[in-house]
DNA sequence: CTTGGCGATTGATCCCGGTCAAACCGCGAG
DNA sequence: CTCGCGGTTTGACCGGGATCAATCGCCAAG
């Protein structure tokens, strides 16, 4: 009872939909899944990795910091993203699980050479990359420009986006929708520029305006869908 | 005397150079080169552009707009830098020339196929965009947590590292260098995250801080390197 | 020459979000 | 049960950079 390939659940949604049927056998072989616990390091900054993973379940992140200690979370990783730097030196930043989480590893150079076997792989790897860039910039934009409240909005809907399990068949709005947030207030202040305090006061205030509701810690319910959309990209109140 | 992919200048530093010699004669007849004035625009937003380019003199600038008319600058092409989307869906973002420029233009599909023909370009164009993510970072890092003193010193820095004419040879520090600005103080201020007034302010401070001179407009020397970097401080790397 | 336009500079003031500080809450250990 | 600890919330105050506004410098057109 093994899982394997043939039977994982995230392969459509993964960069692995790219093999062929017949070579899942030997994907199989070439990977081997591993659990994580919240916190726990994925790939070391500076440090000469050799490995690429799937995300099967959980979720990553990639973060950069100074030598002063200052942190900015440059990147999540949701279920079905692919991490590593195939063709690329060893990664450059850190990236740890944030929740508990599994992962499907591969070995980079083994990796490296189903790529030059496999063309549509390599092809659905680079639009990944570019989808990851343009998402690197969005996220420019948010630093760069938005309010504390449209950060929050954003990141709520950027998580509800790639994390309420979706019901393949109804794809019509719901009236609310929870999820756990895979980030601590810390990390959510590392992630959108703002620190913890002002965090938890936006939070509160989404909260006071109806547009969402706060369960006990991480716990988070969307009750006006429409009100966050607009909060996550006009100007604020 | 038409320039050809024999006698670039810049193939050392483009994606080009993975290409053998005997296939200079095929790419040449490939691409064509196209002189853009500043403010031109390369490929516009929400348009299935079927081109990529490699910059060959100038620089262009990557921008996202909001709905109400925020923008911020998202990435910067120096001479040598590869934009394009290759595999992935017509451009998302608005690419427009900075400075009057000179690129080298590959349609798209047919920049595609050579990257399915030849290895070594794939290869070199996945590290390329490995680097452009892991600068965006790094640029995410500056809008989250650097200062306006460290935002400019780092911009400077940047600009001083991809413009500086470098004499292959002597790698040993200079007294002072000068290159000019690529970008206006507007558009400093979109790259930035600032305003034009905070972006003319710190300038100003900077200099009287004795880090640089201002020459009329967009001329800039730096007259303390080791001031630039620790003003940059937490590391740009 | 004057005029007008655009970008840059400079000054005065305001406000959002950072900083400092003090509870508060849930939870596991003793 | 109490204690202590880490994460979170809340309040009071402060400051960096935004905003508003005036002026300057340069250049091209009249």
């Not at 950069?64 to 942190?71: C, E, F, I, L, P």
């Not at 609310?176 to 509160?204: C, K, M, Q, W």
């Amino acid at each position: 009872m093994r899982p394997t390939c043939r039977t994982c659940a995230i392969r459509p949604s993964a960069v692995c939909r790219a093999l062929p049927p017949e070579a899942l056998d030997q994907i199989n072989r070439l990977s081997h899944r591993k659990h994580l616990t919240a916190g726990r390091t994925l790939f070391a900054a500076e440090d000469g990795d050799h490995t690429v993973a799937t995300v099967l379940a959980g979720v990553a992140k990639t973060s950069v910091t100074s030598a002063d200690g200052r942190t900015q979370i440059v990147g999540l990783h949701f279920p079905g993203d692919f991490i590593g730097r195939p063709h690329a030196a060893g990664s450059a930043n850190m990236v740890e699980a944030a929740t508990d989480m599994d992962v499907c590893l591969f070995d980079k150079s083994r990796f490296e050479a189903l790529l030059r076997e496999h063309d549509g792989l390599s092809r659905l790897l680079m639009a990944r990359m570019t989808e990851d860039l343009d998402a690197a910039r969005q996220w420019m934009f948010l630093l760069g420009h938005k309010s504390a409240a449209e950060r929050l909005a954003s990141f709520i809907a950027l998580c509800i986006d790639r994390l309420e399990p979706r019901c393949g068949a109804d794809t019509e709005a719901k009236p609310a929708s929870r999820i756990d947030l895979p980030l601590s207030r810390t990390e959510i202040g590392h992630f959108l520029g703002l620190t913890i305090e002002t965090v938890s006061r936006v939070l509160r205030r989404l909260q006071t305006a109806g547009v969402i509701e706060i369960e006990s810690g991480r716990g988070i319910r969307v009750v006006d869908r429409e009100a966050l959309a607009a909060t996550a990209s006009a100007a604020t109140d």
